[in-house]
């Protein structure tokens, strides 16, 4: 695969991060697909829900395993041959479900400094050992600066609500963008 159709597939995750950000969620939005196409997108729910696992990338999980069509019948690994585009880095949590769900591989924009599960804070895709599950390539970098910009987008408006809300006047989008920077969610 070229690095057009990733970028294709990784447009699609953005545009699930923006209906992340229009709905008051942390801005992150994965696709999986399997056989050239997309089988399950989803984004944050995490405050809709007031469930800390609602990420984007389990909520695409749980409709592909519940979908018969997609999952027949459960098996070890029923991500197998398919792929994950996510515009952040997988977290710890779910870098994890991942392997144990035997994913093919992932492709991410921007790298996740505070909870990173695949190599920015814990290689949990490939780094650390373990006994049964296979390790998974996850490569960085596509639309990073879009997903990074979608970032900065929600942190500068979010804590509207704390009980003193910080002025936003004072606040700038920072637009420029260095190469090794990134932002966690
Ligand atoms: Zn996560």
Redesign the pocket.
Known sequence: MDDEEHLKWMKEAMNMAEEALASGEVPVGCVFVRGGQIVAKARNRTNELCNATR????EAIDSIIANKELTPEMSQYPLSSTTLYVTVE??I???SALRQMGIKEVYYGCANDR?G?CGSVLGVNERVQHPIHPSYRAIGGFCREDAIMILRRFYITENTNAPVPRSKANRVLKTEIHPSASTGR
Do not use: D, K, W
Request: net charge negative; glycine share 10%.
């Open positions: 990420h984007a990338e389990l997988p977290c949590m779910c870098a909870f599960g």
